[in-house]
C-alpha cells in the first residue's frame, strides 16, 4: 500500500484546513486507518483513527470536537478535517495504515505511512 498525504498550508488561528490521504492498493478498505502528526522537536504522536468501515473513529483529547477523520472506500481515500486550528497545531501531518482491524494510539501497530504533509498555524 503506497500513501499520498496532501492539503497542508498555513493558515491563521480559527481557520480549517482538510488533509486528504490517497492509497494505492486493493486492500484499503480492509484496515483501520490514522493520522499522526510530529511538530519540530517532539515525536510523532496519535492524532485520530477510524475503522475499516467508518463506523468508529478515536480522537486525541487534544483535538476532540475540533478534528474530523473520515474515509471513502471507492475513492480509496482517508480524510482529516480540521476546524478551530491553533498554533499548537502546527507540524507535519502523516496517513497511516493500520497493522489490523484494531484500533491504536501506538506508532508500531501501523506498517505503512504516508510521506507527511506539513500544517502551519500562524497566530
Known amino acids: 500500500v503506497q500513501l499520498q498525504a496532501s492539503g497542508g498550508g498555513l493558515v491563521q488561528a480559527g481557520g480549517s484546513l482538510r488533509l486528504s490521504c490517497a492509497a494505492a492498493?486493493?486492500?484499503?478498505?480492509?484496515?483501520?486507518m490514522g493520522w499522526f502528526r510530529q511538530a519540530p522537536g517532539k515525536e510523532r504522536e496519535f492524532v485520530t483513527a477510524?475503522?475499516?468501515?467508518?463506523?468508529?473513529?478515536y480522537y486525541a483529547d487534544s483535538v476532540k470536537g475540533r478534528f474530523t477523520i473520515s474515509r471513502d472506500n471507492a475513492k480509496n481515500t482517508v480524510y482529516l478535517q480540521m476546524n478551530s486550528l491553533i498554533p499548537e497545531d502546527t507540524a507535519v501531518y502523516y496517513c497511516?495504515?493500520?497493522?489490523?482491524?484494531?484500533?491504536?494510539?501506538?506508532?508500531?501497530?501501523?506498517?505503512?505511512w504516508g510521506q507527511g504533509t506539513l500544517v502551519t498555524v500562524s497566530s
Open positions: 477510524i475503522s475499516w468501515n467508518g463506523a468508529s473513529t
Open positions: 492498493g486493493r486492500t484499503f478498505s480492509s484496515y483501520h
Open positions: 497511516a495504515k493500520a497493522r489490523t482491524r484494531n484500533y491504536s494510539t501506538d506508532v508500531s501497530r501501523y506498517d505503512y
